[in-house]
């Protein structure tokens, strides 16, 4: 089959159309043709690599210390249509059009993947695709409706709250808008000025956009902050917290020792965590999208074959929402 070989970290031209084995189900396993694949800032940052040190050698010891070892087809998301099912396999027959994740196990950049039917420690996940949307459209929900569903369950939303989402215009945060949203949140999004009509347009209730304006400065105070970025200064935006409020961190790694710090002398409560995906959440995520309360952003569509480009966009950080790759079987290359 054909698939993007990364075999080793650096630029996006690491990243090479190739022919692999197609993979064959286990047991508990479904074969999946994928139709359509993503490529998000985790990936572009895990091809590179490119955090501090302390990070890179924990990702290195995870992944491959020189090069990656066991996963090396990039991609963490996908939609597409069984192909097979391993004998135990309870859920999901041969033709059932599906979206799921492979999580941290990575390989969703190709013609195929097999993915076990039940959560494994990875967050792979799988379920049937949403009927009102297509291929493309679903396979940009595991990832990032998936972390925004994460984080707002642990915000324990009442309705009512102001909360301000930093980082909102990309592929967490159009699904954290909605979400909060949803849950009863007035919503403030803070992103780039390109991304701001975007943003009121899935509900955003005001939008800041922060290469004119600091909202730390602002007269508004926030009962949640959900930092997704990890660009924010805790000093200045606890101005902007209330005293019992909540920091959200997606990116905790760029924050952790401040995060600890203002968790112990604040009294703010402050959440740093790697978000887990389940299947039950994207099936939540699923009835959300057919009750016609959620839906993707997608800025551009890319082939298979031209990831480096795609790589190189979604570096660039102009990014709307989503990027989406379509993984046309019969294509000649
Ligand atoms: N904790 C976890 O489990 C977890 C899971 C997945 C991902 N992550 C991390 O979460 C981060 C975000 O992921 P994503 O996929 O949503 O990224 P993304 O799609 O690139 O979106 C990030 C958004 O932030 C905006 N931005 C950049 N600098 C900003 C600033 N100073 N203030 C406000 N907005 C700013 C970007 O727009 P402009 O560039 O136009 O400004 C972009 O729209 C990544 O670093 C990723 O590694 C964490």
């Given at each position: 089959m054909k698939a993007i070989l990364?075999?080793?970290?650096?630029?996006?031209?690491?990243l090479q159309l190739g022919e692999v084995e197609k993979p064959a189900p286990k047991d508990n396993e479904v074969l999946i043709k994928i139709i359509a694949t993503t490529v998000t800032a985790g990936d572009c940052e895990t091809r590179s690599l490119d955090f501090p040190i302390f990070l890179s050698l924990a990702l290195r010891m995870w992944i491959g210390f020189r090069k990656p070892k066991e996963n090396t087809i990039p991609g963490t998301e996908l939609a597409g249509v069984i192909e097979a099912t391993g004998k135990d396999v309870k859920n999901f027959k041969i033709g059932d059009p599906v979206f799921g994740a492979a999580g941290m196990a990575f390989g969703t950049n190709a013609e195929y993947i097999c993915l076990s039917e039940d959560t494994g420690e990875t967050g792979n996940a799988v379920a049937i695709k949403p009927k009102n949307m297509s291929f493309e459209e679903a396979a940009t929900v595991p990832f990032g409706g998936r972390d925004a569903l994460h984080f707002l369950r642990l915000a324990?939303?009442?309705?009512?709250e102001k909360m301000l989402i930093n980082g909102a215009g990309g592929s967490i945060g159009v699904f954290a808008v909605q979400l909060a949203k949803y849950f009863g949140a007035e919503v403030t999004a803070v992103d780039s000025g390109e991304k701001l009509d975007m943003l009121r347009e899935i509900g955003a209730d005001h939008v800041v956009d922060y290469t004119q304006e600091d909202f730390t400065k602002g007269e508004q105070v926030y009962d949640i902050i959900f930092?997704?970025?990890?660009?924010?200064s805790f000093s200045k935006s606890n101005k902007v917290l209330k005293k019992n409020g909540t920091y959200l961190l997606a990116n905790p790694m760029s924050q952790i020792i401040r995060g600890l710090w203002t968790k112990m002398t604040s009294g703010r409560k402050v959440i740093m965590q790697t978000a887990s995906g389940t299947t039950e959440n994207l099936i939540f995520l699923r009835e959300l999208i057919e009750a016609g309360k959620l839906k993707t952003v997608i800025d551009r569509s890319y082939l298979l074959e031209e990831i480096v480009a795609a790589h190189e966009y979604v570096e660039t950080?102009?990014?709307?929402?989503n990027l989406v790759i379509t993984v046309g079987h019969d294509r000649k290359v």
């Open positions: 990364w075999t080793k970290y650096g630029p996006p031209d690491v324990n939303l009442q309705g009512g930092d997704i970025i990890g660009k924010i950080g102009r990014k709307k929402g």
